[in-house]
């Protein structure tokens, strides 16, 4: 059975910081690694999918990489801004089949 | 593109009374996700469509839950009767599955958050 696990649960920073996000799964026979980002009261948004021949995906400030061997994946955030206060999500699957989330890191950007 | 759509946004019942949700997908999506998210947890899958077919409800409480895609569009998903703990938010996603080479991403809509007095 696939879990994922996302340290930290909560991180705080000041504007302009570079950070990391770290997500680690048990299985990893898997075929995609996505990351969302929730807003309070909101539904997810797609930041970035990384596939399992894929080791990293870009998208703007954000970074994201995969180590299937060791079950882990990385999102960095560049420049960190107050917009980017979210919880961001991380979740694995294989293929069509169910997403397996991690509870999730809730980001807080001072400014 | 319209993204996945969801309704209500918001529901308040009275337990033992039922609920239904609507979702529809983004088009031409073949696939369709009804999770459960409860507060400070990640999502987790209730059921699965592929076009009509339900391919994975395993998870699923069916004693109170059902749901059906008809046509392989839009889907339902209902809870009869409500109870306390079905407080939670509902969310639905879709995504494009046909031929090795789709990435099978997962877009999800806003959900619907229901409360159970």
């Known amino acids: 059975k696939q879990e994922v696990t996302q340290i930290p649960a909560a991180l705080s920073v000041p504007e302009g910081e570079n950070l990391v996000l770290n997500c680690s799964f048990t299985d990893s026979a898997i075929y995609n690694l996505q990351w969302f980002r929730q807003d309070p009261g909101k539904g997810l948004t797609s930041l970035l999918l990384i596939q399992s021949s894929q080791r990293e995906q870009t998208s703007g400030r954000l970074n994201a990489s995969l180590d299937k061997s060791s079950g882990r994946s990385t999102l960095y955030i560049a420049a960190s801004q107050p917009g980017d206060s979210a919880t961001y999500l991380c979740a694995a699957s294989r293929g069509s089949e169910k997403l397996v989330f991690g509870k999730g890191t809730k980001l807080t950007v001072n400014p | 593109e319209a993204g996945v759509v969801q309704s209500p946004r918001y529901k308040i019942i009275e337990k033992k009374q039922p609920v239904a949700f609507w979702c529809n997908p983004i088009s031409g999506h073949n696939t369709l996700y009804w999770y459960l998210q409860n507060l400070g947890q990640g999502p987790e899958l209730l059921i699965r469509?592929?076009?009509?077919?339900?391919?994975?409800d395993s998870q699923l409480p069916k004693d109170r839950f059902s749901a059906e895609r008809l046509k392989g569009v839009d889907s339902t998903l209902k809870i009869q009767p409500a109870e306390l703990g079905d407080s939670a938010v509902y969310l639905c996603?879709?995504?494009?599955?046909?031929?090795?080479?789709?990435?099978?991403?997962?877009?999800f809509g806003p959900g619907t958050r229901l409360t159970v007095l």
């Open positions: 996603a879709s995504s494009q599955t046909s031929g090795t080479s789709v990435p099978n991403e997962q877009f």
């Open positions: 469509y592929e076009n009509e077919e339900a391919v994975d």
